[in-house]
């Protein structure tokens, strides 16, 4: 059980912070405020040979000098300097450390001799290590984070379910910081940088166990340890999904990953390949991570692809249509047959001109009201796997209170619904409060459509495994 | 030169609203509102046999009772009336008229002939006529506004190059109030819902004379009269980019469109060739429409399809390379190579451990003047038809200040820069600025590269049409 050797990045007793800074300017100052203003509960340890006390904390002039015992060292000393700060480290008994520090494999010649020295030293004394070139772990549950960049630059998002893993320190920030925007929470952010030690198996199975990570997704340039990794992706993807951003997918792209990490990305189609028998669902273009890991974190499922469209602006039920239906532009999914006890149940609802079928347009009629009674009927039709409401709030009688009025009929039954919210700041706050109250939200018709594919994906993969399983 | 009887309803002296009404809930109430908030210039007459001032305005009891000339009339009464009062107007000798008011050929039956007794009127005393059921003209240059929806509900967005003609009233609401947010400007807005009169082909050649419009961007469900629109397209697209969403495209979307709109929306295949014959760009995803639409409102197109690619997150740049040159999942165009003197002078620039090659990648190390410095460089490369810069503004060293630093360098030369960034407010923000500034930004890289490749679509147009004139 390797995982457990990994819980004290994420809920450490004590941390020690080597290479603590009174200047605010400095990484080492910014690592102490971060972890005082995410509330972290346990002990915290600056240390820094030229300093007696930063933000209020007592400094050490060593990790030996600390009498108790640290549970996690974050290390952000100048490269050359790494190497010995470890072997105090490993003397002291540290077992978990992250090395923020840059200037090892990622810069090449005398980076990746460094680099090799710190890993020989991990070993030697047995520590777990995240990094080096990393910014390394947030968790909003526990209350860790090791990141240096201030809130005021990079916002951190709330509690949630989702547990992101960025190979990209750059990459997972400005996603952190654009969830935070969005209140898309996380369950925990690791960004693991040159992954001298703690790579995306390790991690994966640390994640396959903790339980307030209902969804993985990731952004990796390069998998480590291909053969290890699908089969715990493979594991992992049974009990929760994986979404996954594999960058460098292109030949031109790959070799920019080399240059930009030194590492090798892999021929594209053998991953494609691998992803696809163990079940990660590939993420393309940068939104595509987020918006499929948001539907998959409410742990609905389509069980299968005939999709219903609910609305009150007939063009966007056509966008969506075309979408949802094209082959080769759009995701191949069905536009559900709705039942006639549904259309008979429907005209009761709907205004006397609009014309019962799917997609429903219930016009510039429309009301939060109508919209909980036609989804309550079209929720309980047996030929509907998923729904797609499309809101407009410019209808006069449209409002706010359309997000209480759907949320009652999600909490009343299990199938997916994910929404579609286009226009201004008024949308966006709906938006924003569809999102808090769990139910996926999307500002773009064709991205919530592609969201949907992402559930019926999941549900197939299921069905799949299950059947498997039978024989 | 029947483009010139379209004028009044863009610069109309003076403005009739027949069915103005006292009850702010009221649709005739909000017409008068959204021309006194937009600061319309000319005289307004408000129609209503009931009421004697409303909004400070003397009202009229019909439109023959006003003495002056009235260039344009808003028709907000129920569909039932709208016959008697087109009759007046036409006596008057009003020459355009929108009409707002719904229950036509959009509901069926009935509908269908009253749309049939209006057109006929329109024909027999030389009405132009936008509408019915639509939402009609906003033109923040010239100040005229004929949407009832008031400004808390949908926000209007700035002057600016784009001009949207919507045959959706409820989609067009929904792109102004998200343009205005964004801050992306208009020349004008045309929602011309059932085009019982003005249609495609007439606002295409009113919108080519108009010089303050370079750009169309359309939201069309069904064409009509295929041959003049494929004539004037050609016409118009010789001089300013159209962009064009065809809602309807597959057939299911189709089947959605005609019990939407009673239209057919015709053979996709066809549409597709005719497009593509007369160089309109075709948006398939909502947010396509107004993306491609800003990058041709700069004027600037790539001249060819090597582009440069430029930095400070090595993984965004490896995701921009991927969209960039795949052709299956991306958009084909080409990684320019660099030529050995750009290289030779970057390095005076970069971080001493960065590697100056396409993708260029400045590292966290980076700064505003170096985003700058590395700019001026790469655009005087021959070998690069257009740069896509990506900003990341978490780094120490990034700021707001990289809005003007860019701006520079962008006044400073011709070729396409298109901007990405991606994060939380602080991002939004500086998105915001450099759209301002007249440099196209989007929140995610795949669409800057989508939109990169839509400027080399124009280019590549261009040289074919200017290829053929020349024999």
């Known amino acids: 059980m390797s995982y457990k050797y990994l819980e004290a990045f994420f809920k450490p007793k004590s941390i020690a912070v080597i290479g603590a800074s009174r200047n605010p300017e400095k990484i080492g100052y910014q690592l102490l405020k971060s972890l005082i203003d995410v509330g972290y509960e346990g002990r915290i340890y600056p240390v820094n040979p030229k300093a007696d006390e930063i933000l209020g904390l007592k400094v050490y002039p060593n990790v030996m000098s600390i009498k108790d015992e640290v549970d996690l060292a974050i290390i952000a000393v100048p490269a050359p300097s790494v190497p010995e700060v470890m072997k105090e480290i490993g003397i002291k008994g540290v077992k978990c450390v992250v090395v923020i520090s840059g200037g090892f494999k990622e810069v090449g010649g005398e980076g990746v001799k460094l680099e090799e020295e710190v890993k020989s030293i991990a070993k030697e004394y047995g520590i777990r290590l995240i990094g080096p070139n990393c910014i390394g772990v947030y968790d909003p549950h526990n209350k860790v984070d090791t990141l240096f960049l201030p809130r005021g630059k990079a916002l951190r998002p709330v509690k949630g379910e989702i547990a992101f893993i960025s190979q990209s320190g750059a990459m997972g920030v400005a996603f952190m910081d654009w969830l935070a925007m969005e209140g898309i929470g996380l369950s925990c952010f690791v960004s693991y940088g040159n992954k001298a030690d703690v790579d995306e198996v390790d991690l994966l199975e640390y994640l396959m166990y903790d339980e307030k990570s209902k969804v993985i997704a990731m952004y990796v340039e390069e998998v480590s340890r291909g053969r290890d990794f699908i089969e715990i992706a493979r594991r992992v993807s049974m009990i929760k999904p994986i979404v996954a951003i594999k960058a460098g997918r292109t030949s031109e792209g790959a070799k920019a990953v080399s240059s930009h990490t030194g590492a090798l990305a892999g021929r594209d189609d053998i991953v494609d390949a691998a992803f696809k028998k163990v079940g990660i669902i590939r993420a393309y273009d940068t939104h595509e991570l987020f918006d499929y890991a948001r539907a998959l974190a409410t742990g609905r499922v389509a069980w299968g692809d005939r999709i219903a469209i609910v609305t009150d602006g007939g063009g966007a039920g056509v966008m ?126 064709e991205r919530t459509v592609k969201a949907m594919r992402c559930l019926v994906d999941r549900g197939r993969y299921l069905i799949k495994i299950s059947q498997k399983n039978k024989y």
Not at 368 to 393: A, H, Q, S, W
Not at 419 to 428: H, K, L, R, S, Y
């Open 320 to 445: 969506a249509t075309d979408k949802l239906t094209d082959e080769k532009r759009g995701v191949g999914l069905k536009l559900a047959e709705l039942k006639r006890e549904t259309i008979r149940e429907l005209k009761k609802y709907l205004p006397p001109f609009a014309i019962p079928h799917n997609p429903i347009d219930l016009t510039g009629n429309a009301t939060p009201e109508m919209y909980k009674n036609v989804l309550d009927i079209v929720c309980r039709d047996e030929n509907v796997d998923g729904i797609i409401v499309i809101v407009l709030i410019h209808p006069p009688m449209m409002d706010e209170s359309i997000v209480d009025k759907i949320s009652e009929v999600y909490k009343s039954m299990d199938k997916p619904i994910l929404i579609a919210a286009t226009g201004g700041e008024p949308t966006q706050r709906i938006l924003k409060m569809f999102q808090e109250r769990g139910i996926p939200s999307y500002p773009e018709v």
